[in-house]
């Protein structure tokens, strides 16, 4: 798909099918996951990769939606603050900024194979550290399901370019 296409068709799926998500298809998506850019290119990030079917209620706890589980898939994006970059000048560490990087270049290519994703912030983190079993020092950012859309995009509503660009200074 063009890439402009893309980016116009991508959208916040909340309906799924329960088509399963063929094995090829899942590891494109992660391939193009594992080739995002990040600071320094430490690739500060893991994937887990959950399989809904007979877990529905222990993920629900994490994200409460009844479309959160209805795909075959949801993916965890976590991130591990430790070993991401940190600019020298302010100690900002750019670790979520890799984990959002991360997941757009999963969402897209999801898109592009014709899944559905939709990103979702709104979770229970410590139900996703329990439910993960995650370590110490591992923080999830972000989750999606990753199906095959049983609905249909609407309209896409964004501000115009004026209200989000400047130019050369605030």
Avoid at 1 to 22: G, I
Avoid at 120 to 137: T, Y
Wanted: charged share 25%; hydrophobic share 45%; aromatic share 8%.
């Amino acid at each position: 798909m063009e890439f402009f296409q893309l980016v116009q068709e991508r959208y916040s799926v909340r309906s799924y099918r329960s088509q399963p998500v063929e094995e090829e298809k899942l590891q494109l998506v992660l391939q193009a996951a594992r080739l995002a850019p990040t600071a320094a290119n430490k690739q500060p990030i893991q994937i887990v990769v959950i399989h809904t079917a007979g877990r529905e209620a222990e993920l629900k706890r994490i994200y409460s939606r009844d479309w959160f589980v209805q795909a075959p898939l949801v993916i965890a994006l976590c991130a591990l603050p430790a070993q991401g970059w940190t600019r020298r000048q302010d100690g900002k560490n750019y670790t979520d900024v890799d984990a959002a990087i991360v997941m757009d270049h999963l969402v897209l290519a999801a898109t592009d194979l014709g899944l559905g994703t939709c990103w979702i912030a709104a979770f229970d983190p410590a139900a996703a550290r329990e439910v993960l079993g995650l370590p110490e020092g591992v923080e999830p950012v972000a989750f999606t399901p990753l199906g095959y859309p049983a609905d249909a995009a609407g309209a896409k509503v964004r501000k115009p370019l004026a209200e989000l660009v400047r130019y050369e200074r605030w």
